[in-house]
């Protein structure tokens, strides 16, 4: 299975706050870090903040924060939310569907995938903080 970009831009932003939540950071900190682009960013950011994963402050010492504690944020919700969809091919277009046992098989592939992933939490996926914190930190060349 694979997830989409803006499932991948959204579990960045949260490690990058969970590795900094003692202060607001900026949308074009967080996308300068990652080297992504800010105004994708910027939607992925929105989405969680009115999903209620982040706290967003305006002005000029703005910034966006978690909402909720690490320990609080499943991993598996965040998914869901991200995802448009989890069809993982089209067996509703495909002339053998009615009999074939592959719809069956890859739902139950799914639901263990995601089975795994409503096991860890935000504060699970920052266990090495302080490392993760460092490799944002710019290298001194």
Known sequence: MRLTRYTDYAMR???YLGAREDR????????QA??????HLMKVVSDLVNAGYLVSVRGRF???RLARPPAEINVGAVVRHTEDGFDLVDCGNCIIAPACCLTGALHQALAA???????YTLENLLARRGEIARLF???ED
């Open 62 to 64: 703005g910034g966006v």
């Open 24 to 31: 607001l950071c900026s949308i074009a900190e967080i996308a």
């Open 34 to 39: 990652y080297d992504i682009s800010q105004n």
């Open 13 to 15: 932003v949260l490690l």
């Open 113 to 119: 995938f995601m089975k795994v992933l409503d096991g």
């Open 137 to 139: 930190e710019p290298s």
